[in-house]
């Protein structure tokens, strides 16, 4: 594995106007690795996540590419790049079926010229092999309706099709929110299989559980600034969450809370 990360943010800020949002954010995201992004609501994850994406460009610093100096000047130019970002329930079509999501805006087409028509059989089937090879042995039918697909399963297909249009970098808002615990199993096997395909994966949470199942390298995010960063085992999942909370731990909390309460 390369010393190299495969994304890098360098003291970047974003601001909007007079508003700073994010502050001298320096982050590396390295192939084979998952980088646990933390923070609560307001942390300034998802300005993050858009620059990272290209929904956003820096206001200062930089961002490198395989060490290389790299602007994206909107999302598409960013995934071209191999910089894929899924989002809650992975931005699938509920009313199609899970051969058309998988390869929605690049179908697999017969004939020629005019009379070039999608071909239904080849994207079911490529799309049943590719969520098998994730280990989503569960869909067997391509023309199945994703609607009727659990959140997990949802998730499971958005990053397996994102791997098979060639990611590098798997960028995931916030995967497990919202799912019950055997869909967040499902998803974080997700995430370690793309992980032990070489993948570097962000993975964007206020979960600390899930962040400890499949991180390696954490990064607590407060009010725009990266407050702490550590790698796995360096930290218990209470430091973390005291962390998350401002570096106040609980138990201090607690014993205002009282102290305030025996006051009254």
């Known amino acids: 594995m390369t010393d190299t990360p495969v994304l890098e943010m360098r003291h970047v800020d974003k601001s909007f106007g007079p508003i700073d ?4 954010i ?4 390295r192939a084979g690795q998952v980088l646990c992004l933390l923070g609560d609501n307001g942390a300034g994850k998802s300005t993050l996540i858009k620059t990272l994406s290209g929904v956003h460009q ?9 060490g290389k100096p790299v602007s994206f000047a909107n999302p598409k130019a960013a995934q071209e790049m191999g910089i894929a970002t899924v989002h809650q329930f992975g931005g699938t079509y509920p009313l199609m079926s899970v051969g058309r999501n ?3 805006g690049a179908e697999p087409t017969i004939g020629f010229g005019p009379f070039k ?4 059989v080849t994207a079911n089937r490529i799309a049943v092999e590719q969520l ?16 009727g697909l659990s959140g997990g399963e949802r998730q499971s297909l958005a990053i397996a099709r ?11 808002d916030e995967p497990t929110a919202a799912l019950g615990v055997k869909q967040a199993a499902h998803v974080l096997r997700i995430v370690n299989e793309a992980k032990r395909r070489g993948l570097a994966v962000v993975f964007i949470t206020h979960q600390v559980m899930h ?9 607590v995010l407060i009010r725009g600034k990266v407050a702490a960063s550590f790698a796995k085992g360096e930290k218990t999942r209470e430091e973390i969450a005291d962390l998350m909370a401002g570096g106040e731990s609980m138990a201090e909390l607690e014993a205002d809370i009282n102290a305030q309460e025996e006051a009254a």
Do not use: Q
């Open 21 to 24: 949002v994010l502050h001298d």
């Open 26 to 29: 320096s982050l590396k995201i």
């Open 58 to 66: 820096p206001t200062r610093g930089e961002m490198l590419l395989d």
């Open 102 to 104: 998988f390869f929605a």
């Open 117 to 120: 028509f999608f071909d239904r």
């Open 132 to 147: 098998h090879k994730m280990g989503i042995t569960r869909i067997t039918d391509g023309d199945r309706i994703v609607g």
């Open 162 to 172: 994102a791997v098979y249009f060639g990611a590098r970098v798997l960028i995931l």
């Open 211 to 219: 962040a400890m199942a499949v991180g390696d390298d954490f990064a």
